[in-house]
């Protein structure tokens, strides 16, 4: 018995947006804040690139916020 295959279709390519963590905590100046939506970096990938930074202390923290997570460099 001939069985026939199904032709594989191609899903189409979505580009794929990647934040630079590191990148993005080295530009804040000293009280300087932003916010970064939990679909781009979770939280706790904030907390450690944050804690192994040298000379740099940041405030993480998603408390009262939906969806984003508030980074403020405190030194």
């Known amino acids: 018995?001939?069985?026939?295959?199904?032709?594989?279709?191609?899903?189409?390519?979505i580009p794929v947006k990647k934040v630079d963590v590191k990148g993005t905590l080295d530009l804040l100046d000293i009280g300087q804040e932003v916010?970064?939506?939990f679909k781009d970096a979770k939280p706790s990938t904030l907390r450690t690139t944050s804690t192994r930074m040298k000379?740099?202390?940041?405030?993480?923290?998603?408390?009262?916020?939906?969806?984003?997570?508030?980074?403020?460099?405190?030194?």
């Open 55 to 75: 000379g740099k202390k940041f405030d993480v923290s998603e408390l009262g916020l939906m969806d984003r997570t508030r980074v403020v460099r405190t030194y």
């Open 1 to 13: 018995m001939i069985t026939e295959q199904k032709k594989i279709v191609q899903k189409p390519m």
């Open 35 to 37: 916010y970064i939506l």
